[in-house]
């Protein structure tokens, strides 16, 4: 965190204020101390203060881990500026940590001279001992590169909420809005919304909101009060573009995509899911939208969940199906039935860490593979990514587009880290929004050699290779599909060798007969020999390397991928015109492979598969590497 | 249920009372599709195509608003024979795909098509959930006890000791009683009829037509070619009056040319006894509408192993809301009225926003 120079200043209790250009805390604790909410609402204060944001939620796959101990770690890590920002910071520059545990699984990250603020209560020798604390970490010189407040935060709430009526239970778990309150003072942020997001989700329970809120204002008074602050931060509000914003996890932007792309389609919107991590939150979203007329089923599995959609789609709805990795392995052979119904189906794949159950609350981009190619048969679908928190909401909207306007299944990807993770959204206008507006098929759409009308399922838009949309319900248009293959034109089941071999054809052509805009290359000095390509997450670690590199002196372009099938029409071209490629994914190589093996390009591959991010500086030496080397 | 196989005509009250009607008279041509049929020779298929394409112009819905859904088997080559909507599916999930569109889509007639290896083994989780939920669905199980479509394996609706191309030294699995599972299963409308008789499959297809939720319907259905006469007790004139019960609402159950055989209350459920041996007034008196479902289960399991005292009929049709009229309520009740454009702008402008100048 800068701090500028010159930029002092006293204030009335004889605190310090300095001013930073960024700065990056780490909440951590037990994964029942609160930390997620601490971390949500810290945000919500920093978001309305007008500063850039990005944050990071990492917590463990059990809902309640065994207490006191590393696997139970929850943390929040939040990133915030008085400039535009890409990513939720690499190395927190302040740790909070709760307990013992929180302190030992994260201390590692902690660049030297990082500020630590301890619960001291909750360190005493067991807890210690839990962990493996044989010696007092205060001790035995292992935090001497930072700077180390010891806080009895469970003791000081305690007293702080004496006079109020509450049981001693619920007064030590207010302990976590003590520490908001302290950090909220620390970095002058305004603790009211706060005040009243408690009044209002406590609303029946009184005597709860009342508490929290005591310890809130007590960790603020603490702060102002107390010796061992002696200096209080400010971050100004950061020069974004004009606009009104929100904060915005992924999940959320995701759903609200959805539930516009049904507004601007005059659509009714069918969500068929099964409750899985980390997506169940877009259904649990969705379920509060019924008023547009989105309806969401709680399949009995992940196969009834798309099989609903694609039934819901087929009587005329924008079918959607959420889910994750394993989900999508279930769906595989319905989407093959999409496919061959040629039928608008949404799949959502919230990504997360495998094989199998892998690591379900930790994020991965592996599923690319599985998302291009993962079904029987010669079955191509357009695959779509999301690279921001915010992005979601657009990259629903269009995944929603092409399902519509080319009858086809459409892989939305997102992950781990977006669906958590937030960021201030400039708020679109409505006006600004793509119009989706498809039409049924109303009437016959062919004439026989005898001059009859008749209406043929197959018979294609000559420009979007799409069939018609015939709905059930419209008269005159009755026909039946299916997973037979179909001959071309009249749908009729159809084994005729050469027919099959032209279905196939023209399936794939229909996919890459799809409007993607050219692939987009940001490179403002304009002599870059290298290009760094991503696609999905990996947006923001990227940005902001090339922005570090920038700043050094260095060249280098920066492209990213929304379309991954098709894949856009420039992409070949962009591709040879750099020296070098370097493409970091978050799996062992996927978007390499198929760039090798489609456009015959060298690239460089960087991966990690951590669960985690790619910190901007770990990128910014991996393309440092390449640049040097042209 | 005799009225109603010559009534014509939907009766208010029932599952289509949001289904367009008919407005002319409709024939049994203008239900037969284009398609050449390609069921085997001598297929029970043909005699229920033949039943549903009758009966379709007696249930007076517009055409265009009656869609067939059916998985993977012989039986689901179903829909692409009736010049209505259809979808043919993939294997076992056509109760899924049906229930979304039954749910989206309220002024259709929905109708499954499936068969024993399709509903039983790789789509019984899905049969189970729409029965269930009571999704608006018809559910006809074409159960000919063996697979038909990859040539002759056993099925879960095989009897134990099957001799098939799978299990030459006889079937190990214990079969499933389609109708207990349904019934387990929680299912409102629960029926079993036979493909050689018209007459009755035609009311057991319009009661379960007019059910309002899932209706599932077992339909005994020979397959000719891998497993001739599984039903033959049941159909032979002289062994089938000893060995079928039919059930009529309101009507005393028996069996036999001269009622020879009784229905009565044993032990923890229902057994067949020689009527004479009998106070008439303990004949059970069959009432498909028993609230409690161990009654229907009763006469789900009296047949034996032998097929002797299977009952054919209606077994339960119970009142229950069903699934999509509960969702469609909440639709309702969720709307504002304010227009959609409105409402959005609304929605992205929730909870704590800023603007920056
Ligand atoms: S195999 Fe059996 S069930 Fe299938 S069409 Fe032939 S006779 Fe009918």
């Known amino acids: 965190m800068n701090e500028s120079a010159g930029s002092s200043a006293k204030q009335p209790g004889d605190k310090q204020i300095r001013q930073l250009d960024h700065v990056v805390i780490r909440f951590a604790g037990d994964s029942g101390d609160g930390m997620q909410l601490t971390g949500d609402r810290f945000t919500s204060e920093t978001a309305q203060l007008g500063n850039d944001l990005s944050t990071l939620p990492n917590f463990p796959a059990e809902i309640r881990a065994p207490a006191g101990t590393l696997p139970g770690v929850s943390s929040f890590q939040l990133h915030f500026a008085d400039h535009d920002i890409l990513t939720p910071g690499d190395e927190p520059d302040v740790l909070v940590a709760m307990n013992p545990a929180a302190l030992k699984a994260n201390v590692a990250d902690l660049p030297a001279g990082a500020t630590v603020i301890v619960n001291i209560d909750e360190f005493g020798k067991r807890p210690m001992a839990k962990v493996g604390y044989a010696v007092s970490p205060f001790e035995d010189g292992s935090l001497a590169d930072f700077t180390v407040h010891q806080v009895p935060l469970t003791s000081m709430t305690v007293t702080a909420l004496e006079e109020l009526d509450v049981a001693k239970r619920d007064a030590v778990r207010a302990k976590n809005m003590f520490a908001l309150g302290l950090i909220s003072w620390l970095y002058s942020r305004p603790v009211e919304s706060t005040i009243a997001f408690i009044e209002r989700k406590f609303a029946s329970r009184p005597e709860i909101a009342r508490a929290n809120v005591a310890a809130i204002k007590a960790g603020w008074a603490y702060g102002e009060t107390t010796e061992g602050f002696a200096v209080r931060y400010e971050v100004k509000p950061a020069k974004l573009p004009a606009g009104n914003y929100r904060n915005i996890t992924g999940n959320t932007a995701l759903a609200y995509g959805l539930v516009a792309a049904g507004v601007q389609a005059r659509l009714p919107v069918f969500l068929g899911a099964y409750p899985i991590t980390p997506a169940s939150d877009i259904l649990h979203e969705l379920s509060k939208h019924k008023r547009f007329g989105v309806t969401t089923f709680q399949a009995e599995d992940e196969i009834a969940a798309v099989g609903a959609a694609v039934g819901a789609s087929y009587g005329g709805a924008l079918g959607i199906t959420s889910t994750s990795g394993p989900g999508v392995a279930l769906k595989s052979e319905t989407i093959s039935l999409a496919v061959a119904l040629e039928l608008p189906l949404v799949v959502v794949d919230v990504q997360r860490a495998g094989p199998s159950t892998g690591l379900p609350t930790k994020t991965e981009q592996a599923d690319l593979n599985i998302a291009l190619f993962g079904r029987h048969g010669e079955a191509p679908v357009a695959v779509v990514a999301a690279s921001s928190p915010s992005d979601c909401f657009h990259a629903a909207i269009e995944a929603s587009r092409i399902a519509l306007k080319y009858r086809t299944p459409v892989i939305l990807l997102s992950d781990g880290y977006l669906a958590n993770g937030s960021e201030p959204w400039r708020l679109p206008e409505i006006s600004e929004l793509p119009d989706l507006q498809v039409s049924y098929a109303d009437g016959p759409n062919h004439t026989l050699p005898n001059g009859e009308e008749v209406f043929w399922p197959y018979k294609r838009d000559p420009e979007t290779l799409a069939r018609p949309w015939a709905i059930p319900g419209t008269a005159g248009l009755e026909h039946r599909i299916g997973g037979l293959e179909k001959k071309d034109g009249t749908g009729d089941i159809s084994y005729d060798p050469a027919n099959h071999d032209l279905m196939v054809r023209t399936r794939a052509a229909r996919i890459e007969a799809i409007d993607v805009p050219d692939l987009e290359v940001e490179d403002p000095d304009g002599d870059a020999r290298v290009l760094a390509l991503g696609w999905g997450s990996t947006y923001g670690p990227i940005g902001a390397a090339c922005r570090k590199l920038r700043a050094n002196g260095h060249s280098i372009a920066q492209a990213h991928l929304r379309h991954l099938a098709p894949m856009p029409a420039n992409l070949g071209a962009v591709l040879a015109s750099y020296d070098k490629v370097v493409i970091p994914e978050m799996n062992l190589g996927q978007l390499s492979q198929v760039l090798r093996a489609r456009f015959l390009v060298d690239v460089v591959g960087y991966q990690q598969v951590r669960g985690l991010p790619f910190t901007s500086t770990e990128l910014e030496s991996v393309f440092e590497e390449v640049v040097k080397n042209v | ?357």
């Not at chain 2, 407005?23 to 043909?46: H, I, L, M, N």
């Not at chain 2, 036979?194 to 209706?215: C, N, P, Q, Y």
């Open chain 2, 1 to 357: 249920m005799s009225e109603a196989i010559t009534e014509s005509g939907p009766r208010p009250g029932t599952a289509f009372d949001l289904v367009p009607k008919a407005t002319a008279p409709q024939t049994a041509k203008e239900f037969k599709s284009d398609q050449e049929v390609r069921w085997c020779p001598g297929c029970g298929d043909y005699a229920i195509l033949a039943a549903m394409q009758g009966f379709l112009p007696e249930l007076g819905l517009k055409r265009e608003n009656i869609c067939f859904v059916s998985g993977i088997g012989c039986s689901s080559r179903f829909p692409y024979y009736l010049d209505t909507y259809g979808m043919h599916s993939i294997h076992g999930r056509a109760p899924a795909i049906a229930t979304g569109l039954a749910v989206s889509r309220p002024d259709l007639s929905v109708w499954v098509v499936t068969g024993d290896g399709d509903a039983l083994s790789i789509g019984g989780n899905h049969l189970i959930h729409a029965l269930r939920r009571n999704v608006n669905l018809k559910i006809l199980l074409f159960n000919n006890r063996i697979y038909g479509l990859t040539k002759g394996q056993y099925s879960p609706t095989s009897e134990v000791g099957k001799l098939t191309k799978s299990t030459p030294m006889g079937s190990v699995d214990w079969p499933f009683n389609p109708l207990s599972l349904a019934l387990g299963a929680e299912a409102s409308f629960v029926a079993r009829t036979i493909d050689s008789d018209r007459k009755h499959l035609t009311s057991v297809l319009r009661a379960a037509a007019e059910h309002e939720g899932s209706a599932f319907v077992e339909i005994y259905q020979n397959c000719n070619i891998f497993n001739d006469g599984a039903f033959e007790v049941l159909k032979d004139p002289e062994s089938r009056d000893e060995a079928l019960i039919r059930l009529v609402h309101g009507e005393p159950i028996t069996m036999g040319k001269e009622a020879e055989w009784s229905v009565v209350r044993t032990g923890w459920g229902l057994g067949v006894v020689e009527s004479s041996t009998v106070d008439p007034a303990d004949v059970v008196v069959h009432d498909e509408t028993v609230a409690d479902p161990s009654y229907a289960f009763s006469l789900s399991r009296l047949p034996g192993l032998d097929l002797r005292h299977t009952p054919i009929g209606v077994l339960r049709s119970v009142k229950r809301p069903t699934y999509d009229s509960i969702v469609r309520d909440q639709l309702t009740e969720a709307s504002t009225g304010t227009e959609s454009g409105a409402e959005l702008e609304k929605l992205l402008h929730s909870g704590d926003t800023w603007t920056i100048l």
